[in-house]
Protein backbone atom coordinates (compact mmCIF):
# COMPACT_ATOMS: atom_id res chain seq x y z
CA UNK A 1 0.00 0.00 0.00
CA UNK A 2 1.53 3.74 -1.11
CA UNK A 3 0.80 6.47 0.64
CA UNK A 4 0.12 10.01 -2.01
CA UNK A 5 0.32 13.02 -1.09
CA UNK A 6 -2.54 15.44 -2.76
CA UNK A 7 -1.09 17.26 -5.46
CA UNK A 8 -1.40 21.02 -5.05
CA UNK A 9 -2.34 23.62 -7.50
CA UNK A 10 -0.04 23.81 -10.27
CA UNK A 11 -2.56 25.96 -12.82
CA UNK A 12 -3.63 24.66 -16.04
CA UNK A 13 -0.61 22.63 -16.88
CA UNK A 14 -3.44 19.84 -16.28
CA UNK A 15 -6.66 21.54 -17.74
CA UNK A 16 -9.74 19.35 -17.86
CA UNK A 17 -12.56 21.61 -18.51
CA UNK A 18 -13.27 25.17 -20.41
CA UNK A 19 -16.00 27.71 -21.11
CA UNK A 20 -16.37 31.31 -22.05
CA UNK A 21 -17.75 33.99 -19.87
CA UNK A 22 -17.85 37.71 -21.44
CA UNK A 23 -14.09 38.08 -22.63
CA UNK A 24 -12.79 35.56 -20.42
CA UNK A 25 -11.43 31.93 -20.84
CA UNK A 26 -12.24 30.19 -17.52
CA UNK A 27 -10.43 26.73 -17.10
CA UNK A 28 -10.53 23.74 -14.54
CA UNK A 29 -7.90 21.60 -13.90
CA UNK A 30 -7.01 18.51 -12.36
CA UNK A 31 -4.22 20.24 -10.30
CA UNK A 32 -6.11 22.86 -8.83
CA UNK A 33 -8.59 21.69 -6.13
CA UNK A 34 -11.36 23.67 -5.56
CA UNK A 35 -10.95 26.49 -8.09
CA UNK A 36 -11.05 28.15 -11.48
CA UNK A 37 -8.73 30.05 -13.45
CA UNK A 38 -10.00 33.05 -16.03
CA UNK A 39 -7.67 33.95 -18.89
CA UNK A 40 -8.57 37.44 -20.71
CA UNK A 41 -9.11 36.02 -24.46
CA UNK A 42 -10.32 39.91 -25.23
CA UNK A 43 -7.28 40.52 -27.99
CA UNK A 44 -6.79 36.48 -28.66
CA UNK A 45 -8.18 35.43 -32.43
CA UNK A 46 -6.50 32.42 -32.15
CA UNK A 47 -6.02 29.56 -33.60
CA UNK A 48 -3.42 29.06 -30.78
CA UNK A 49 -4.07 30.62 -27.82
CA UNK A 50 -0.82 30.27 -25.53
CA UNK A 51 -2.61 30.32 -21.82
CA UNK A 52 0.54 32.10 -20.32
CA UNK A 53 0.76 31.66 -16.09
CA UNK A 54 1.59 35.79 -15.21
CA UNK A 55 -1.98 36.03 -17.33
CA UNK A 56 -4.04 33.28 -16.03
CA UNK A 57 -6.36 34.29 -12.78
CA UNK A 58 -7.03 31.77 -9.91
CA UNK A 59 -10.37 31.79 -8.26
CA UNK A 60 -11.06 29.75 -5.92
CA UNK A 61 -14.62 28.72 -4.79
CA UNK A 62 -14.57 29.04 -0.57
CA UNK A 63 -14.22 25.84 1.59
CA UNK A 64 -14.50 23.80 -1.61
CA UNK A 65 -11.12 21.75 -1.59
CA UNK A 66 -12.71 18.26 -0.97
CA UNK A 67 -13.77 18.86 -4.72
CA UNK A 68 -10.52 17.86 -5.85
CA UNK A 69 -11.33 17.12 -9.27
CA UNK A 70 -12.71 19.55 -11.33
CA UNK A 71 -13.35 17.72 -14.64
CA UNK A 72 -15.44 20.54 -15.93
CA UNK A 73 -16.97 24.30 -16.00
CA UNK A 74 -19.72 26.41 -17.56
CA UNK A 75 -21.90 29.22 -16.82
CA UNK A 76 -25.76 29.09 -15.68
CA UNK A 77 -28.13 31.67 -16.96
CA UNK A 78 -28.14 33.84 -13.63
CA UNK A 79 -24.53 33.97 -13.93
CA UNK A 80 -23.27 31.48 -11.62
CA UNK A 81 -19.81 29.91 -12.22
CA UNK A 82 -20.27 26.24 -11.75
CA UNK A 83 -17.53 23.05 -11.92
CA UNK A 84 -17.92 19.56 -12.02
CA UNK A 85 -16.57 17.31 -9.56
CA UNK A 86 -15.93 13.89 -10.82
CA UNK A 87 -15.12 12.35 -6.95
CA UNK A 88 -18.67 13.87 -5.55
CA UNK A 89 -20.21 13.64 -8.43
CA UNK A 90 -21.99 17.53 -7.97
CA UNK A 91 -21.97 20.77 -9.66
CA UNK A 92 -19.81 23.21 -6.75
CA UNK A 93 -20.53 27.11 -7.27
CA UNK A 94 -19.03 29.90 -5.28
CA UNK A 95 -21.88 29.46 -2.14
CA UNK A 96 -21.35 25.36 -2.21
CA UNK A 97 -23.12 22.36 -3.34
CA UNK A 98 -25.66 23.81 -6.41
CA UNK A 99 -26.37 20.21 -7.65
CA UNK A 100 -25.78 16.58 -6.62
CA UNK A 101 -25.89 13.39 -8.84
CA UNK A 102 -27.56 9.96 -7.50
CA UNK A 103 -25.37 6.86 -7.61
CA UNK A 104 -25.71 5.58 -11.01
CA UNK A 105 -23.16 8.54 -11.98
CA UNK A 106 -20.58 7.73 -9.28
CA UNK A 107 -17.21 7.17 -10.50
CA UNK A 108 -15.87 3.69 -11.05
CA UNK A 109 -12.13 2.66 -11.99
CA UNK A 110 -11.12 6.28 -13.03
CA UNK A 111 -14.56 6.20 -15.43
CA UNK A 112 -16.82 9.23 -13.76
CA UNK A 113 -18.83 12.77 -15.03
CA UNK A 114 -16.35 14.64 -17.09
CA UNK A 115 -18.44 16.43 -19.48
CA UNK A 116 -20.52 19.38 -17.99
CA UNK A 117 -22.89 21.87 -20.91
CA UNK A 118 -25.59 24.69 -19.92
CA UNK A 119 -28.16 26.56 -22.30
CA UNK A 120 -30.28 29.15 -20.83
CA UNK A 121 -34.07 28.20 -21.11
CA UNK A 122 -36.66 30.77 -22.03
CA UNK A 123 -38.07 31.16 -18.35
CA UNK A 124 -34.38 31.88 -17.21
CA UNK A 125 -33.79 29.26 -15.75
CA UNK A 126 -30.63 26.23 -17.15
CA UNK A 127 -30.96 23.41 -18.90
CA UNK A 128 -27.81 21.25 -17.72
CA UNK A 129 -26.61 18.20 -19.55
CA UNK A 130 -23.39 16.11 -17.81
CA UNK A 131 -21.73 13.11 -19.09
CA UNK A 132 -20.49 10.01 -17.64
CA UNK A 133 -17.40 9.30 -20.07
CA UNK A 134 -17.44 5.64 -20.42
CA UNK A 135 -14.34 3.79 -21.93
CA UNK A 136 -12.34 1.20 -20.60
CA UNK A 137 -12.54 0.39 -17.00
CA UNK A 138 -8.86 0.97 -15.28
CA UNK A 139 -8.03 -2.66 -13.76
CA UNK A 140 -6.06 -1.01 -11.04
CA UNK A 141 -8.59 1.34 -10.12
CA UNK A 142 -11.05 -1.42 -8.78
CA UNK A 143 -11.08 -4.19 -6.32
CA UNK A 144 -10.44 -7.96 -8.25
CA UNK A 145 -13.58 -9.21 -7.17
CA UNK A 146 -14.93 -6.01 -9.83
CA UNK A 147 -12.46 -6.40 -11.91
CA UNK A 148 -13.70 -10.59 -12.94
CA UNK A 149 -17.10 -8.98 -13.61
CA UNK A 150 -15.61 -6.02 -15.79
CA UNK A 151 -15.13 -6.94 -19.29
CA UNK A 152 -16.10 -5.04 -21.48
CA UNK A 153 -15.79 -1.21 -22.39
CA UNK A 154 -19.10 1.05 -21.24
CA UNK A 155 -20.80 2.96 -23.14
CA UNK A 156 -21.00 6.89 -22.50
CA UNK A 157 -23.76 8.48 -20.83
CA UNK A 158 -26.01 11.78 -20.83
CA UNK A 159 -28.32 13.05 -18.60
CA UNK A 160 -30.51 16.42 -18.64
CA UNK A 161 -32.21 18.61 -16.35
CA UNK A 162 -33.06 22.26 -15.40
CA UNK A 163 -31.72 24.19 -12.43
CA UNK A 164 -34.10 27.41 -12.12
CA UNK A 165 -32.46 31.24 -11.32
CA UNK A 166 -30.67 30.95 -7.71
CA UNK A 167 -31.34 27.52 -7.19
CA UNK A 168 -28.73 25.41 -5.17
CA UNK A 169 -28.66 21.94 -2.57
CA UNK A 170 -30.52 20.16 -4.69
CA UNK A 171 -30.01 16.49 -5.81
CA UNK A 172 -31.19 14.69 -8.93
CA UNK A 173 -32.47 11.13 -8.21
CA UNK A 174 -32.43 8.50 -11.06
CA UNK A 175 -35.23 6.41 -10.78
CA UNK A 176 -35.23 4.99 -14.24
CA UNK A 177 -32.78 3.91 -16.83
CA UNK A 178 -34.46 5.66 -19.45
CA UNK A 179 -33.03 8.89 -17.50
CA UNK A 180 -29.67 7.58 -18.86
CA UNK A 181 -29.13 8.07 -22.49
CA UNK A 182 -26.25 5.91 -23.87
CA UNK A 183 -24.33 7.71 -26.64
CA UNK A 184 -24.01 5.01 -29.51
CA UNK A 185 -20.15 6.18 -29.62
CA UNK A 186 -18.05 4.49 -33.15
CA UNK A 187 -16.76 0.96 -32.24
CA UNK A 188 -14.58 0.38 -34.79
CA UNK A 189 -13.46 -3.44 -35.33
CA UNK A 190 -12.47 -4.94 -32.42
CA UNK A 191 -10.40 -7.66 -33.51
CA UNK A 192 -8.39 -4.92 -36.37
CA UNK A 193 -7.99 -1.96 -33.71
CA UNK A 194 -9.25 -2.64 -30.56
CA UNK A 195 -10.08 1.21 -29.64
CA UNK A 196 -12.81 2.33 -28.05
CA UNK A 197 -14.29 5.63 -27.59
CA UNK A 198 -14.38 7.52 -24.18
CA UNK A 199 -16.16 11.27 -23.62
CA UNK A 200 -14.60 14.00 -21.68
CA UNK A 201 -16.67 16.67 -22.48
CA UNK A 202 -20.02 18.20 -24.59
CA UNK A 203 -21.45 21.54 -25.26
CA UNK A 204 -25.28 21.70 -26.33
CA UNK A 205 -25.68 22.19 -30.35
CA UNK A 206 -28.62 23.00 -32.29
CA UNK A 207 -28.37 22.66 -36.68
CA UNK A 208 -30.48 22.22 -39.50
CA UNK A 209 -31.44 18.86 -40.91
CA UNK A 210 -31.83 17.38 -44.08
CA UNK A 211 -35.41 17.72 -44.11
CA UNK A 212 -35.09 21.36 -42.66
CA UNK A 213 -35.76 20.94 -39.40
CA UNK A 214 -34.06 22.60 -36.48
CA UNK A 215 -32.37 19.81 -34.16
CA UNK A 216 -31.40 20.29 -30.90
CA UNK A 217 -28.00 17.90 -29.74
CA UNK A 218 -24.97 17.48 -29.06
CA UNK A 219 -21.20 18.03 -30.01
CA UNK A 220 -19.50 15.08 -27.96
CA UNK A 221 -15.43 15.43 -27.43
CA UNK A 222 -14.43 11.68 -27.89
CA UNK A 223 -10.68 10.36 -26.82
CA UNK A 224 -9.77 6.86 -27.78
CA UNK A 225 -7.83 3.92 -26.08
CA UNK A 226 -7.27 0.03 -26.56
CA UNK A 227 -7.82 -2.11 -23.63
CA UNK A 228 -4.41 -2.79 -22.18
CA UNK A 229 -4.25 -6.08 -23.42
CA UNK A 230 -4.64 -5.41 -26.64
CA UNK A 231 -1.71 -5.97 -27.91
CA UNK A 232 0.24 -5.85 -24.77
CA UNK A 233 0.26 -2.24 -23.67
CA UNK A 234 -2.25 0.69 -23.85
CA UNK A 235 -2.57 2.83 -26.60
CA UNK A 236 -4.24 6.10 -28.14
CA UNK A 237 -6.46 6.51 -30.95
CA UNK A 238 -8.29 8.72 -32.91
CA UNK A 239 -9.28 12.18 -31.16
CA UNK A 240 -12.47 13.43 -33.04
CA UNK A 241 -15.97 15.79 -32.69
CA UNK A 242 -18.91 14.03 -33.36
CA UNK A 243 -22.43 15.33 -33.15
CA UNK A 244 -25.13 13.37 -31.82
CA UNK A 245 -28.89 13.86 -31.55
CA UNK A 246 -30.87 13.90 -27.82
CA UNK A 247 -31.39 10.27 -28.48
CA UNK A 248 -27.64 9.37 -28.36
CA UNK A 249 -27.82 8.54 -32.06
CA UNK A 250 -24.51 10.00 -34.31
CA UNK A 251 -25.49 12.60 -36.72
CA UNK A 252 -23.12 12.93 -39.93
CA UNK A 253 -19.83 12.40 -40.10
CA UNK A 254 -16.76 13.25 -37.12
CA UNK A 255 -14.31 15.73 -37.15
CA UNK A 256 -10.34 14.68 -36.73
CA UNK A 257 -8.68 16.96 -34.27
CA UNK A 258 -5.39 15.63 -35.53
CA UNK A 259 -6.00 16.52 -38.71
CA UNK A 260 -7.93 20.09 -37.92
CA UNK A 261 -5.26 21.05 -35.71
CA UNK A 262 -2.35 20.56 -38.07
CA UNK A 263 -4.38 22.64 -40.82
CA UNK A 264 -5.06 25.09 -38.39
CA UNK A 265 -1.43 25.30 -37.25
CA UNK A 266 0.62 24.43 -40.54
CA UNK A 267 2.50 20.98 -38.64
CA UNK A 268 2.01 18.23 -36.09
CA UNK A 269 2.66 19.80 -32.50
CA UNK A 270 -0.99 18.86 -31.21
CA UNK A 271 -1.15 15.76 -33.00
CA UNK A 272 -1.48 13.58 -30.21
CA UNK A 273 -2.84 16.17 -27.43
CA UNK A 274 -5.30 14.33 -24.83
CA UNK A 275 -8.25 16.54 -25.62
CA UNK A 276 -9.72 17.09 -21.67
CA UNK A 277 -12.21 19.97 -22.37
CA UNK A 278 -15.19 21.80 -24.71
CA UNK A 279 -16.87 24.55 -24.72
CA UNK A 280 -18.08 27.44 -27.39
CA UNK A 281 -15.07 30.33 -27.90
CA UNK A 282 -17.99 32.02 -30.53
CA UNK A 283 -21.52 30.24 -30.04
CA UNK A 284 -22.88 28.24 -32.77
CA UNK A 285 -19.25 29.31 -34.82
CA UNK A 286 -16.18 28.45 -33.16
CA UNK A 287 -15.13 25.90 -30.49
CA UNK A 288 -12.34 25.95 -27.74
CA UNK A 289 -10.60 22.82 -26.22
CA UNK A 290 -7.86 22.44 -23.84
CA UNK A 291 -5.95 19.28 -23.16
CA UNK A 292 -4.09 17.47 -20.66
CA UNK A 293 -0.30 17.45 -20.16
CA UNK A 294 2.63 16.37 -21.34
CA UNK A 295 0.99 17.97 -25.14
CA UNK A 296 2.30 21.96 -24.45
CA UNK A 297 3.76 24.67 -27.11
CA UNK A 298 7.28 26.07 -25.70
CA UNK A 299 6.49 24.48 -22.18
CA UNK A 300 3.58 26.84 -21.91
CA UNK A 301 -0.09 24.88 -21.93
CA UNK A 302 -2.30 25.99 -24.93
CA UNK A 303 -5.93 26.11 -25.94
CA UNK A 304 -6.63 25.81 -29.81
CA UNK A 305 -10.07 27.64 -31.14
CA UNK A 306 -11.52 25.15 -34.26
CA UNK A 307 -14.22 26.51 -36.49
CA UNK A 308 -17.45 25.00 -37.01
CA UNK A 309 -17.84 23.40 -39.99
CA UNK A 310 -20.05 24.92 -42.30
CA UNK A 311 -22.31 21.73 -42.41
CA UNK A 312 -22.93 21.14 -38.97
CA UNK A 313 -24.55 24.73 -38.65
Do not use: C
Not at 6 to 12: D, E, H, L
Not at 154 to 168: C, D, N, R
Amino acid sequence: MKIKQIKTSIGVTEASGVARQGNDLLIVSDAAPGAYYSFNVSSEQGPLIRLIPEKVVPHEFPGMTLAVDFESVDVLADERVVALSERLRSLIGESGLVFQYDDPLSELGERGLEGLAVRPSRDGASEVAVLWEGGWIEDGEVQAQVRRHLGDPLLPIFVTHGIKSGEAGLKLAIEEDKELVELKVPQPDQEKDGWRFRAPDLVWHEWRSEGGENVLGFIVLLNSQTAREFPGKLQYGPRWLQRFDREGNQVGSPLDLDEEAKKLLGDDRLRDANWEGLGWYEAGKRLVLVHDTPNKIDDIPVALVVDLPSSWS
